[in-house]
């Protein structure tokens, strides 16, 4: 098994929300990309974890 087996697919709206969710953590932490979102788009993450969300789930059928 590899890492990448241990992942779950997008296959149900909990998975989809994990994956977006755990983007988000990651990329707010990275200190190059976080100002980019935060300074620069000014993103409210209230407002777009859910359409993110939501685009994921109808990209991925």
């Avoid at 979102?37 to 685009?55: K, N, Y």
């Amino acid at each position: 098994m590899t890492a990448l087996d241990s992942r779950p697919d997008l296959d149900s709206r909990e998975h989809i929300e994990f994956f977006v969710d755990r983007f988000y953590e990651r990329m707010l932490a990275d200190e190059q990309l976080a100002p980019i979102f935060v300074d620069v788009a000014q993103i409210d993450l209230a407002v777009h974890l859910p359409h993110q969300g939501l685009l994921v789930q109808t990209a991925s059928g």
